[in-house]
């Protein structure tokens, strides 16, 4: 089955400056790349996703760079606030299949400091 | 967001118990999936239906059971519940039909085993 390994586990940044967070998997045949957003006791919430045909999307201050080659997948925060603080969830899946269903990383807790 | 609504919200229940958690949604989504939230695990996937008479296992489905009694409703239970059962439990949905491979996740439940 697939595997999607997330790094870092955790990271902090300073008001303003850029946050990436990396992804990989494992099955050649994921075609469809989900980032969810969770702030502290609520549920997660999507909040981009790209699709394999595409290499980059980008939605104001957030984007997600695909490396099907690599097997990889990163979102980037530009311009962080203290209200993008949160756990963020990498997720793989292949759409198409009988068996669709998504894979998550392990989150990353991201930190953005005043 | 109260598409996708879980009861209940919290509990604290004994080793042994029998236990069921409730996931309805408005959606009209056809998939429905169970996942449980660990801190530094991520979500994990227990069981998932893509239809009233589909049922699959997903990765961690030992000592749970499910029932889907409508399309709008999948149901989690605890036949014995055990202290590392101790987690926050997500019901989500998606739509194949639409095109809409995201998740819509609920609002978790908490579950304490003592």
């Known amino acids: 089955g697939e595997n999607v390994e997330q790094h870092p586990s955790t990271l902090s940044v300073q008001e303003g400056d850029s946050a990436v967070i990396k992804c990989t998997y494992s099955?050649?045949?994921?075609?469809?790349f989900p980032w969810y957003k969770q702030e502290l006791g609520k549920r997660p919430q999507l909040i981009i996703d790209?699709?394999?045909?595409?290499g980059e999307k980008k939605d104001q201050r957030i984007a997600v760079t695909l490396n099907k080659t690599a097997k990889h997948f990163s979102l980037h925060i530009t311009e962080t606030q203290p209200e993008d603080s949160a756990v963020y969830f990498c997720a793989a899946s292949r759409i198409g299949s009988s068996n669709y269903k998504l894979t998550f990383g392990k989150g990353t807790l991201l930190t953005v400091n005043p | 967001d109260a598409d996708v609504t879980q009861t209940p919200r919290n509990r604290i229940t004994k080793t042994g118990k029998r236990i069921m958690l409730e996931c309805s949604q408005t959606?009209?989504?056809?998939?429905m999936y169970w996942y449980r939230q660990d801190p530094g695990l991520g979500l994990q996937l227990i069981y998932y239906?893509?239809?009233?008479?589909?049922?699959n296992k997903g990765e961690i489905s030992d000592g749970y059971s499910v029932s889907r009694q409508a399309q709008a409703k999948f149901s989690l239970s605890l036949e014995s519940a055990i202290p590392n059962q101790t987690a926050l439990y997500f019901c989500?949905?998606?739509?194949?039909?639409?095109?809409?491979?995201?998740?819509?996740f609920g609002s978790g439940t908490r579950l304490t085993v003592v």
């Open positions: 959606k009209g989504h056809d998939r």
């Open positions: 239906s893509f239809d009233v008479k589909d049922i």
């Open positions: 989500a949905t998606s739509d194949s039909r639409a095109g809409a491979y995201g998740y819509t």
């Open positions: 099955d050649s045949a994921s075609n469809y």
């Open positions: 790209i699709r394999s045909n595409v």
